[in-house]
């Protein structure tokens, strides 16, 4: 028997109990305020589609929900188990299946619920408390009904993982044994906070649990959508324009055609299309068509030079008179520059920066031959946009679109932009032919159409008093669009505030009293998106690179100068303490140097060391070692903070040395691994990682150590050769310019 | 035209044209899908097998090249992740997004079937041909290293 209650909702009927299988479903709602019941569909009202969050069978296997997708961040598994936590719930009798989309039960809090969307790092820390106290209100069913069967009182009773214990009387119940009898109430039992486990109980939180999909990580089974097949599927390939909003103009398509296995060519609005037997055949007819495609000159940027475009946004970056919008403000900068004893100024850049996850971007859609519903398998960020796109492009409700979210080979941010353009390839594919069409990106296919982290520049400037303390900051940043680009509800819903690429300006945690951060908006034109570190890869590499300096312009050592500006913030001194005794900061190397970063990013208090040295023929940096610290909270899955720490460095380690993406005439100049270069084992130094456990509200750990490295290197790099480098990635003729 | 081999000590065939890449034989057309596709052009190791017992790029052999040979496949490493390298690979929970890590375990096998016991140097060399966009190296590292102790 299925017993299914709606309990945290009250605008549902009372007591809805519904018979099935066996076991026991309880289906509250997380947040169900009156936003969350508004979304919540009429179907849902009257006691039919609101799913689950955990159901627990009879032979006591619990199944819950994951409403975050999975990418190698962990969040399949740490969710879940905030759940199992307060639950009590025997770990080894859970089972976790991906929640379908529904953003009104399953919605990220972090996007005010309204949609079902991985990004940011947020995950834990937006579903921490919701689902914890959702945990706890099955527990205290449970409780309640071992009560009532035994005839005793409730707060006589314990639990052990997945079992109710009456330890007056020895007796004991299984939760599998319970859910063949348990009433459900009407209503859900109220939890408190102080009802939540302290972190001392906890048994699962803060303990490593291997992670739920990782056996299948090792033997191949594991399953991305490139892995899918159904019946009946045909491959695609598309080659697509090279240019944002440019449209095929002429097609001559016969050489592609007559590729052995080909059966279709198709016009897109973005491109041209192959449908073939095979995968390499769709290759091979993708490689005729670029000979033989002319595109429209449509596009905002047919013939922008990013190397030109960046000398553009620097001139606008440090033009004091010209337009800027205030991005963040405290006191009154302005007022202080003009009483500032001396003024500091200095200037960044930035490159465009590419994901390169390793997974080629792909997807499997199936729409029906009526055209009145689609079947997708792919790997995405997020589960409601991926519904949504596809459900607008055929005009369906968004019930008819059947989304299986698989795993992704990496998504860094790549796999969330609202306009799904690897998704909706194989929609559109599909949908032409009338199959199920499988459609890979080649990997020139992912660089060229890349969605890139944006080029900045940055123009700083630090006014001091007489005794040298810092007491104004300004920094202004002129950053390519990516908001209204990428997600334009996302950015409407932000009150057109582009987050994703300013977010960070500031010098938080750092006692600064007046403070202004002004964006220059720029549009080239340029595909661009979030990328690993975000905003705060641009702009910590500006600021903390700035505190060096201003510390150099002091003659006070980086230590020093930032412990004594943190002094009111503990994590954060702490955090960069820790790392500099890691990393023996006053111990001096011959040949190499050490470079600091500390960035309080999103909550998460991560600080960086970096030693390197530099081979001045060539220009190359070296990496010797990276010491790193993060306090994110509660760690509920320290070891696989420890391995995401590990992870961001080794991606800011990238972005700082070797990655960039060049446009020359509106065109991306990379193809692939060999021009654009992404570390590899011989480039990557010991990171010697180290959490700092608090009791805090648990913050994000999986990107957070990726905007420390440039800026570290940078430092480190001053501290050996008295050179600045200012313009990421620092390539060995940047390097050897700024040595000469 | 078929072309004969074997895959994980099966007899396979497949009609593919010559120049056809063996990854997507394998792929498509015999359901191996463990093998991943990252680069199409040698540069990542995604594609990993063992040819005739050393391994190679899957993605720049081509069914031309492949008649008569034996072919492993993460698949046929071990019937059970037995494997000392896969079960290295748990111990030390190396995987992140894990589609890199085939080809990484290919590789790894690979070394210590030639070299039972690599220096440190010597593993980075070998493992420096694959790459992890993930950054899970460090892990890789210990996890050759657990592997050739507990081999």
Not at chain 1, 79 to 104: F, G, M
Request: hydrophobic letters at 40%; proline letters at 6%.
């Amino acid at each position: 028997m299925t017993k299914h209650i709606r309990s945290l909702n009250t605008q549902l009927s009372r007591r809805q109990v519904m018979t099935s299988a066996a076991g026991l479903t309880f289906a509250i709602a997380l947040g169900a305020d009156s936003r969350a019941r508004a979304a919540a569909p009429a179907s849902a009202r009257s006691g039919k589609a609101l799913s689950p969050w955990v159901s627990i069978a009879e032979d006591g296997t619990i199944t819950l929900m994951s409403p975050a997708t999975e990418m190698g961040q962990g969040s399949m598994t740490s969710l879940p188990l905030i759940i199992a936590e307060e639950l009590d719930a025997d770990w080894q009798k859970v089972r976790i299946t991906p929640a379908p989309p529904n953003a009104a039960i399953y919605g990220n809090p972090a996007f005010g619920g309204l949609m079902m969307y991985t990004a940011g790092s947020n995950a834990v820390t937006a579903y921490f408390r919701p689902l914890r106290t959702f945990g706890a209100q099955v527990r205290r069913v449970f409780l309640n009904n071992a009560a009532r069967h035994w005839g005793v009182p409730v707060d006589e009773l314990t639990t052990e993982p997945s079992v109710v214990v009456h330890a007056k009387s020895g007796r004991r119940l299984s939760y599998g044994e319970i859910a063949a009898f348990a009433e459900i109430p009407a209503e859900p039992p109220a939890i408190k906070p102080e009802d939540l486990k302290k972190p001392a109980q906890f048994r699962l939180i803060s303990k490593d649990v291997m992670r739920t999909e990782l056996p299948s990580k090792v033997n191949g089974s594991a399953t991305y959508s490139i892995d899918v097949q159904v019946p009946g599927m045909l491959y695609g390939a598309v080659l697509r324009a090279p240019v944002e909003g440019s449209a095929p103009h002429r097609i001559d398509d016969a050489k592609a055609k007559a590729v052995a296995g080909v059966t279709s060519i198709v016009r897109l609005p973005h491109g041209v299309g192959v449908i073939a037997e095979t995968p390499w055949a769709a290759f091979m007819a993708r490689e005729e068509l670029t000979r033989s495609v002319t595109w429209t000159r449509t596009g905002t940027a047919w013939g922008f030079d990013s190397d030109r475009g960046l000398e553009d946004f620097a001139v606008e970056a440090k033009n004091l008179q010209g337009r800027a919008a205030e991005w963040s403000r405290q006191g009154d900068a302005r007022g202080e520059f003009s009483k500032a004893a001396s003024i500091v100024e200095a200037e960044y850049r930035c490159d465009y920066a590419y994901h390169a996850q390793m997974e080629p971007l792909n997807a499997v859609a199936a729409v029906s031959p009526a055209g009145d519903a689609v079947e997708i398998w792919a790997g995405t960020q997020s589960q409601t946009t991926a519904t949504e796109t596809p459900a607008k492009f055929l005009d369906i409700p968004r019930e008819k679109v059947k989304l299986h979210d698989l795993l992704m080979g990496g998504g860094f941010g790549r796999r969330g932009n609202r306009d799904l353009d690897f998704i909706m390839d194989a929609v559109m594919l599909s949908k032409e032919v009338g199959r199920p069409v499988k459609v890979i990106w080649t990997r020139e296919d992912d660089v060229h159409n890349g969605r890139f982290r944006p080029i900045s520049a940055h123009y700083l400037r630090a006014g001091l008093d007489a005794s040298g303390k810092m007491t104004a900051w300004h920094h202004r940043v002129a950053v390519d669009r990516i908001g209204p680009y990428y997600e334009p509800v996302l950015y409407q819903r932000n009150g057109g505030r582009d987050n994703v690429a300013m977010l960070g300006g500031e010098p938080r945690g750092y006692d600064v009293p007046h403070q202004l951060v002004e964006h220059v908006y720029r549009d080239t034109g340029v595909r661009t998106n979030p990328l690993r570190g975000i905003s705060f890869l641009a702009n910590k590499f500006a600021t903390e690179t700035f505190i060096d300096e201003i510390a150099g312009k002091r003659g006070i050592d980086p230590l020093a100068f930032r412990l004594a500006l943190l002094k009111n913030t503990p994590r954060a001194y702490k955090a960069v303490e820790r790392v500099a005794q890691m990393a023996e900061w006053g111990r001096k190397r011959d040949g190499r140097a050490l470079g600091l970063a500390y960035i309080d990013y999103s909550g998460s208090q991560v600080a960086g060391v970096a030693e390197v040295s530099l081979d001045r023929t060539s220009g190359q940096v070296k990496l010797h070692n990276f010491w790193c610290t993060i306090d994110c909270g509660i760690a509920v899955q320290p070891d696989n903070v420890v391995a995401q720490t590990e992870s961001s460095i080794v991606y800011g380690i990238g972005v700082a040395l070797s990655e960039r993406i060049s446009i020359k005439n509106g065109l991306v100049e990379q193809s692939n691994f060999y021009d654009y270069r992404v570390p590899r084992m011989n480039e990557v130094p010991p990171m010697h990682i180290e959490v700092i456990q608090t009791d805090n509200h648990p913050t994000g750990a999986g990107q957070m150590a990726t905007p420390l490295v440039a800026p570290a290197i940078s430092n480190a790099v001053m501290q050996l050769a008295g050179v600045r480098l200012r313009h990421t990635p620092f390539t060995p003729e940047r390097v050897k310019k700024a040595l000469a | 035209m078929s072309t004969n081999f074997t895959v994980n000590s099966k007899a396979a065939s497949t009609d593919a044209p010559p120049a056809t890449p063996l990854l997507w034989v394998i792929r498509e057309g015999l359901k191996l899908t463990g093998t991943k596709f990252g680069c199409g052009t040698g540069l990542c190791g995604a594609c990993m097998v063992h040819i005739d017992g050393k391994r190679a790029y899957a993605c720049q052999t081509q069914v031309s090249d492949i008649g008569g040979k034996s072919i492993t496949t993460i698949e046929g490493l071990s019937a059970d992740s037995s494997h000392p390298v896969q079960k290295a690979w748990l111990a030390e929970r190396v995987p992140q997004c894990g589609y890199c890590q085939s080809g990484q375990i290919m590789s790894a096998a690979d070394l210590l079937k030639q070299n039972p016991k690599p220096t440190r140097e010597q593993i980075i060399e070998h493992m420096s041909t694959n790459i992890c966009r993930c950054g899970t190296y460090q892990r890789i590292v210990r996890a050759v290293e657990r592997a050739v102790r507990e081999a």
